[in-house]
């Protein structure tokens, strides 16, 4: 089992800034991928970012250029580093992790979510 727990979200106004970190406990050896995914009242979870054991990240073309996702092995922890935020970037922001495909337990696990707002 994995258990993750968000943190670092909040109000911020447009144009701002916030940091989301990401901790896993558990069967932490067993993560592949990491990565956060977002969704707004009325509307389904998207991916916003992922960023696998390799370091090679991806994007949601909405994020690209404003977002950075990285993360920290050895405290198994990801990050998602938020730049000149937008109105249409609030939502629940959910942690999200993809086991080894020989892991034995579920393929995946999500986070709680921390709620992000941008609003002046």
């Known amino acids: 089992q994995v258990q993750l727990v968000e943190s670092g979200g909040g109000l911020v106004q447009p144009g701002g800034s916030l940091r989301l970190s990401c901790a896993a406990s558990?069967?932490?050896?067993?993560?592949?991928?990491m990565g956060w995914y977002r969704q707004a009242p009325g509307k389904q979870r998207e991916l916003v970012a992922t960023?696998?054991?390799?370091?090679?990240?991806n994007y949601a073309d909405s994020v690209k250029g404003r977002f950075t996702i990285s993360r920290n092995n050895a405290k198994n922890t990801v990050y998602l580093q938020m730049n000149n935020l937008k109105p249409e970037d609030t939502a629940v922001y959910y942690c999200?992790?993809?086991?080894?495909?020989?892991?034995?337990?579920?393929?995946?696990?999500w986070g709680q979510g921390t709620q992000v707002t941008v609003s002046s």
């Open positions: 999200k992790v993809d086991m080894y495909y020989d892991w034995k337990g579920d393929s995946h696990y």
């Open positions: 558990g069967s932490t050896f067993s993560i592949y991928t």
């Open positions: 960023i696998p054991r390799s370091g090679s990240t």
